[in-house]
């Protein structure tokens, strides 16, 4: 199967490196060409290529990138087959992607994508730190496997996205359909909070909608206050007991 991946951040970097370990047929793209593309990311097997070469003929594409570039990407997805799976990996930050009025209105941010790019996504990796995601998968049975949610208005959208979860080392939950996918977003109980399989549909049944831009702005604000202008990074576990202690 190929997979054509949208962005090298940290998401769409790890991605690339895992999906090609176990065997698929990975091309990865950026908005800066092929050449800016480092080896660290096609360490296993992915290949660089432009945004038109990645996704043409592939049967997945995964946009990884700040959720203010979907606009821009839709043009690139028009002429895909209509079977396409698309996945988005994307969460809205106002301070990053500036104010959309739309989401700020209520609009839950996977609809407002799949509305941008005028077709069906599903959404997945949303919901997992860079570092947790690149660092603790797990092979499948592991009692302490990380698990994420996943949601799509299909069967089948949902189907392959929880495949590919899971052949990146996590676990994958079905969290029902894009309308409640916000419970999937920066500040829900289940966001960057490493939970378990068993763990994750309370997690999604506690989520309190309005309460989550208050929530993903303190984390923030905390984070920012942290590292301050250093070039300090926070460990895993230090996130993830502040996302714990936030969002829970």
Known sequence: MKVGIIGTGNIGKTLA?????????VHVAN??????????????????ATSEDAIADAQVVILSTPLSSIV??????VSLPADTIIIDTSNYYPQRDGRIDAI???QVE?????EQLGRPIAKAWNSIGADSFAKKGQPAGSPDRIAIPVSANNKRDCNVAMVLVQDTGLDAVK????AESWRQQ?????????LTRDEIPAALAAAERSRLPKRR??????IAERVGGTTTTLDIDHTVRLTRALFM
């Open 175 to 178: 969290a029902g359909t894009l």
């Open 186 to 194: 920066p500040g829900a109980p289940c966001y960057c909070t490493d």
């Open 72 to 77: 821009a990407i839709a043009p690139l997805l």
């Open 17 to 25: 490196r895992k999906l090609s370990t176990v065997g698929y047929d």
């Open 31 to 48: 908005s800066r060409g092929p050449e800016t593309i480092s080896a660290e990311v096609t360490e296993f097997g992915a290949r660089a």
């Open 217 to 222: 702005d303190l984390a923030m604000s905390a």
């Open 110 to 114: 996977s609809e407002w994508v799949s």
């Open 104 to 106: 700020e209105a209520g």
